[in-house]
């Protein structure tokens, strides 16, 4: 007896789920700027892909993580303006204020440490492969803001979100 090969998925439900996720991100960020701002000791570490359409910045900060970056958002962050498919924030880099727009999509990880709450997302489609960014040196933290930088391009890092689950 021959099995029928599985049906193809026209839904797309990881795209949909992967943005109701991120639908996750976008709330707390609402939430965070509020006139009361983050609730006790929560905190946001955000990552997100420099290189995803819609990121936008001062070029001499982008050009330091040409693939990956990630922010905190703690203690000393300002204008928090979150909108319906990106969000703005300023923060301190080297001592000086920066704004960044990023849009939700190009978030590819949402971290709160202080609850434990990790969100991690497909990596949205990169712009074409830069040279520099196989060389780029690894970032050391900042007060206010922080680097990461991601798998060699090309190869894939999935996680699911079960291992993150409280049992």
């Known amino acids: 007896m021959a099995q029928d090969p599985p049906t193809q998925d026209l839904m797309n439900y990881e795209a949909l789920a992967q943005d109701a996720l991120r639908g996750v991100a976008k709330a707390a960020l609402k939430r965070a ?3 009361e701002g983050l ?8 990552t997100f ?3 995803a359409s819609g990121v936008s910045g001062p070029h001499d900060l982008l ?14 962050y300002w204008d928090l303006a979150p909108g319906e498919t990106f969000f703005s924030v300023t923060l301190q880099f080297g001592g000086q204020p ?4 990023i849009p939700y999509a190009a978030i590819t990880r949402f971290y709160d440490p ?3 709450f990790l969100l991690q997302f497909e990596p949205p489609a990169a712009a074409p492969a830069k040279a520099e960014a196989e060389s780029a040196p ?4 900042a007060e206010t803001a922080t680097a990461a930088t991601a798998a060699p391009e090309g190869e894939a890092k999935i996680v699911s979100l079960d291992q993150f689950r409280k049992k």
Request: hydrophobic share 30%.
């Open 39 to 46: 609730p006790g000791a929560h905190h946001f570490y955000i």
């Open 138 to 141: 690894e970032a050391k933290p």
């Open 98 to 101: 920066k704004r960044l727009s």
């Open 63 to 76: 050009s330091k993580y040409p693939d990956e970056m990630t922010i905190v958002l703690q203690h000393q």
């Open 49 to 51: 892909k420099t290189d």
């Open 33 to 35: 700027a509020s006139p």
């Open 114 to 116: 202080s609850v434990q």
